[in-house]
């Protein structure tokens, strides 16, 4: 019994993680598995059958495929601005001294401490305020704004450990300031921008809250399953939703491989004669 004990308490963190992984990707196995359902009404929530014709027809329905159209675009364009002015603004708070960097610090992290709901009121508030008409110019204005933050905390964490060490030896070889942060600065800087920028993309992507707000006539993705269920998912959702999980996972692999070259990039020493 001591030994089961002594085994159970060295191995407890690996445990609890397995745990917790397996808990957070049950729900997605069971959407991926449902995703071959054969359901006979348009409820797809008790297992009828096995097939395949789901995943041959993905997409065969117009609206849901103009959703995921225009969550795509969506969040393509939101991940690039966000990813544009967060890395920007993490660059001005890390490396630069200027009156209000301490408030600012505070307001980064202000949205991403709100409630979602307290965000799309005040901001479809504003829009109303000023007389925009909500749709996609108005979701795009949102997603920018709240995928900021996390652009520039994950941007300004790989700054913080930076070495400007190699910014300056590569001035003093001669290299002019263009020519240092196309060569250094941005290699160095690139996983935690793939990373940013992936973050921002699933985030806008996976938005519905603040979507429901401010889009207007404009259907996201979210928007599209949230009306759906109240009249029965299609099978098709599953596997739109198993397809772009598994995107997610290929982004992830990618930014990993990313941030190990760069650790070995910046850790290479040259030889010594």
């Known amino acids: 019994m001591s030994g089961a004990w002594s085994w159970l308490k060295e191995r407890a963190v690996v445990i609890y993680g397995a745990i917790a992984i397996a ?16 359901p006979e009404g348009k409820f797809n929530f ?25 969550s795509i675009q969506l969040a393509a364009l939101a991940t690039v601005g966000a990813t544009l002015l967060g890395t920007l603004i993490a660059l001005a708070l890390v490396r630069y001294q200027f009156a209000g960097r301490r408030a600012t610090n505070l307001l980064i992290v202000i949205p991403m401490a709100t409630p979602e709901v307290v965000i799309g009121a005040s901001l479809l508030s504003m829009f109303v305020f000023v007389g925009v008409g909500t749709g996609f110019g108005t979701l795009l204005v949102a997603h920018i704004m709240f995928s900021i933050s996390f652009v520039v905390v994950v941007v300004r964490s790989r700054l913080i450990g930076f070495d400007r060490a190699l ?21 160095l800087l690139a996983p935690g921008l793939i ?60 930014v990993i491989w990313q941030q190990r070259r760069a650790e070995r990039m910046a850790s290479a020493q040259p030889r010594s004669s």
């Open 23 to 38: 808990y957070m990707l049950v729900p997605i196995a069971i959407i991926a598995a449902f995703s071959f359902n054969d």
């Open 167 to 187: 910014e300056e030896a590569a001035a003093d070889l001669g290299a002019s300031p263009f020519t240092v942060f196309r060569t250094v600065t941005l290699p």
């Open 195 to 254: 990373a940013a920028a992936l973050l921002a993309f699933v985030l806008s992507l996976d938005d519905f809250v603040i979507s429901a707000f401010n889009s207007g006539q404009t259907a996201t993705f979210p928007i599209f399953i949230f009306g759906a269920s109240q009249r029965g998912i299609p099978v098709e959702v599953n596997v739109l939703a198993t397809i772009l999980f598994l995107l997610s996972v290929a982004g992830m692999i990618f």
């Open 46 to 70: 008790t297992w009828q059958g096995f097939t395949f014709e789901h995943w041959t027809n993905a997409f065969g329905i117009d609206e849901l495929n103009g959703a995921l159209s225009n």
